[in-house]
């Protein structure tokens, strides 16, 4: 860690918030355009014995364990170490896609989860961190602050998707292209695409068209580049959070329990149970974009090489969203917008349900992404500003129970994408989406009423304080 220390900018982020936020957005950038581009093609590219989805669970599943620890390690390491081993693995994850066996995806897909839970929580607290600092030197409201911020950060997160699927489109379109022949029986050649869309229907039994290995190796070779850049940019350019590092062996060990035990705490605050069906639903709908609009609504109908620029224009709209849903929270009140949104969501379900989108309606494929794109981006954003608004002192424990519950989220989703079709699946997301409804409405009514008891509170104190001064006189 000598070299990690040497290499910290001198910088703090104290009067340097918007540049700080700026720079976590760059370096994230550069890192997920290659993963996030990698991860829309693995259901598709990696589809034999399920190899992709598999290698996806494990990244989520590892996700699980490290978001729980992340907070200990945080405190030992310092959130800029936690989040430059974490892109250390993402540069593992896109090489081993060079050549892509299982014993090559599987170890560094652990290794990308295992330290996922530590990128995110870390982001979570530098953005909390730089918030709450502008807020104090501009003296403007927290939670104000608190959106801005989030809408700066996945505003910028939305270019990893329009850099990364763009790239896989450009260089996809200059390969090879070879027909595959179906040898599976007719029972399990795909008869529709979209919700009918089940597990067995494979790639081969598809008879979609692959690119050659060597176009392939030349896409992941600049998703590797790129992530190397990012790692690059981390080490040298971002500037470091306060260092929580314990004096000795024994309060290390007390810091990492006590970080721990701060994780499991705020899992038993009714407010963040309450928000727990909307973290899940949330990783839920992302997932289900990149596993099967990827596969069922969009290399089925139309092929491969659509995948990177449909994804890049869902990018797109949901960066504009980031940045402009928080600021029509502001106006008309978070409550609503959050609600419209989970109700859009449902909305698009049910059209998921009735569409069975054939290779003559890439337009009506665009605008549902445009749309996915809007909602996906507002939800994932506020839902990040009311972490912070609830736990404005206890970021790290919060923000690692969200990740943890977005783990879960996008594990499960995952695994059910290896046994149920589409059509199922989407029965259960519109489930969880109404019950996150009715957690989210109930939870924005409890935070309404500790706020009126905050300032009745207040107001008594304020009272009795001019008494006593009366009095006295």
């Known amino acids: 860690m000598g070299l990690l220390s040497s290499c910290r900018p001198k910088k703090d982020i104290n009067r340097n918030e918007k540049r700080t936020v700026l720079i976590l957005s760059i370096i994230f950038v550069a890192i997920f355009s290659g993963f996030i581009g990698i991860q829309n093609l693995q259901s598709t590219l990696n589809n034999e014995a399920g190899r992709g989805v598999i290698s996806l669970s494990v990244v989520y599943a590892g996700f699980i364990v490290s978001s729980f620890f992340a907070p200990s390690f945080i405190r030992i390491l310092t959130a800029k170490k936690c989040l430059i081993i974490g892109f250390i693995s993402h540069v593992a994850y896109a090489a ?42 501009q003296n403007s409201p927290m939670k104000d602050s608190f959106g801005k911020f989030h809408g700066i950060f996945f505003f910028g997160m939305a270019f990893p998707r329009l850099v990364g699927n763009i790239l896989s489109s450009v260089i996809l379109m200059q390969g090879h292209y070879n027909e595959t022949t179906a040898n599976a029986s007719d029972s399990f050649r795909i008869k529709s695409c979209g919700a009918d869309l089940c597990p067995e229907h494979t790639v081969t039994d598809e008879q979609f068209s692959l690119p050659d290995p060597l176009t392939v190796k030349i896409l992941m070779t600049v998703f590797v580049t790129s992530s190397i850049i990012g790692l690059l940019l981390c080490i040298f350019f971002l500037p470091p959070l306060p260092n929580l590092l314990p004096s000795s062996q024994k309060s290390a060990l007390r810091n990492m329990i006590s970080a721990s035990c701060s994780c499991l705490r705020v899992n038993t605050e009714a407010n963040l149970i309450l ?29 491969v090489k659509y995948v990177g620029f449909s994804m890049a224009l869902q990018g797109l709209f949901s960066g504009f969203s980031s940045a402009v849903l928080p600021a029509l929270a502001k106006l008309i009140s978070r409550k609503y917008v959050i609600s419209l949104i989970i109700v859009g969501i449902l909305a698009s379900h049910v059209g998921l349900f009735l569409w069975e989108p054939t290779s003559d309606q890439l337009l009506h494929m665009l605008g549902f992404l445009s749309l996915h794109g809007i909602l996906d981006g507002g939800f994932r954003t506020l839902i990040f500003t009311v972490v912070s608004y609830m736990y404005p002192k206890k970021t790290d ?19 059910l994408a290896y046994y149920l079709c589409v059509r199922t699946r989407l029965y259960m997301m519109f489930s969880l989406g109404a019950l996150s409804l009715v957690t989210y409405v109930v939870l924005e009514i409890r935070l309404r009423m500790k706020k009126k008891i905050t300032e009745i509170a207040i107001d008594e104190g304020s009272e009795h304080s001019v008494e006593s001064r009366d009095s006295g006189q």
């Open 96 to 137: 081993s896609n060079i050549y892509a066996v299982f014993w090559t995806i599987l170890p560094a897909s652990t290794f990308v989860g295992l330290t996922s839970g530590l990128i995110w929580t870390s982001q979570g607290m530098y953005i909390s961190r730089c918030a709450i600092s502008f807020s104090e030197t």
């Open 275 to 303: 928000l727990i069906p909307s973290a899940l639903f949330l990783s839920f709908f992302e997932s289900f974009l990149w596993i099967d609009i990827s596969k069922a609504y969009i290399s089925c109908p139309f092929g």
């Open 397 to 415: 424990g919060a923000f690692a129970s969200i990740a943890t519950w977005r783990a879960i989220g996008y594990t499960i989703n995952i695994i």
